[in-house]
């Protein structure tokens, strides 16, 4: 059965850090991992897709990588901003559905 | 193009009521999955619908809860009875079609319904 964890479960750091948030899953046979961000009460925005074919991928101070053999994902953010302050939530699809963590809250302090 | 659109965003039901969420899917999607997360959880996938067909339904409760996907018209995820328990944010996603007919693998989410039951 497929199990992601995401640690830390919460981050705190000033302003202009760069962070890494970690994901890893116990099955490799994945379609491909998804990065989401969720603010508190809203909806799922979707931050990066890897498929599983690739090792990374990267949105402007976002990079998101994938180790499949090792079953992990880390989410790279450069430069991190106040604005950045949200749930990080890992995704891996493999089958119907889309398996996800418990997410990593990031608070950036200015 | 609207992205996945659900209504309402936020749901007050009294223990013993119904509650009723609706999805409508992306423009051309046909593929439509719902997810709960529980407080303090992660997003949990109940049911997997493709218009008037249920595909999968390993993740939702025996009891209460049914889904549809019409013809015509949105989703409906509908919880009978509703406990306090069910007091959750659901989600809705949807997918397109690849040209064999399967779901392509990346989901589209909607900003979900708050359900919160008295």
């Known amino acids: 059965k497929q199990e992601v964890t995401q640690i830390p479960a919460a981050l705190s750091v000033p302003e202009g850090e760069n962070l890494v948030l970690n994901c890893s899953f116990t099955d490799s046979a994945i379609y491909n991992l998804q990065w989401f961000r969720q603010d508190p009460g809203k909806g799922l925005t979707s931050l990066l897709l890897i498929q599983s074919s690739q090792r990374e991928q990267t949105s402007g101070r976002l990079n998101a990588s994938l180790d499949k053999s090792s079953g992990r994902s880390t989410l790279y953010i450069a430069a991190s901003q106040p604005g950045d302050s949200a749930t990080y939530l890992c995704a891996v699809g493999a089958g119907t559905a889309l398996i996800f963590g418990k997410g990593t809250t990031l608070s950036v302090s200015s | 193009n609207a992205g996945v659109m659900q209504n309402p965003r936020h749901l007050v039901r009294r223990r013993g009521q119904e509650a009723r969420l609706r999805c409508s899917p992306m423009?051309?999607?046909?593929?439509v999955y719902w997810y709960r997360q529980l407080p303090e959880e992660g997003l949990k996938f109940m049911v997997y619908?493709?218009?008037?067909?249920?595909?999968?339904e390993s993740g939702m409760p025996k009891e209460r809860f049914s889904a549809e996907f019409p013809k015509e018209g949105p989703s409906i995820l509908r919880i009978q009875q509703v406990v306090r328990g069910d007091s959750a944010a659901y989600f809705c996603?949807?997918?397109?079609?690849?040209?064999?007919?399967?779901?392509?693998?990346?989901?589209?989410f909607g900003a979900g319904t708050r359900l919160s039951v008295l």
């Open positions: 423009k051309g999607h046909s593929h």
């Open positions: 996603a949807s997918s397109p079609t690849m040209s064999g007919g399967q779901a392509k693998n990346i989901q589209y």
């Open positions: 619908l493709q218009k008037e067909n249920i595909i999968d």
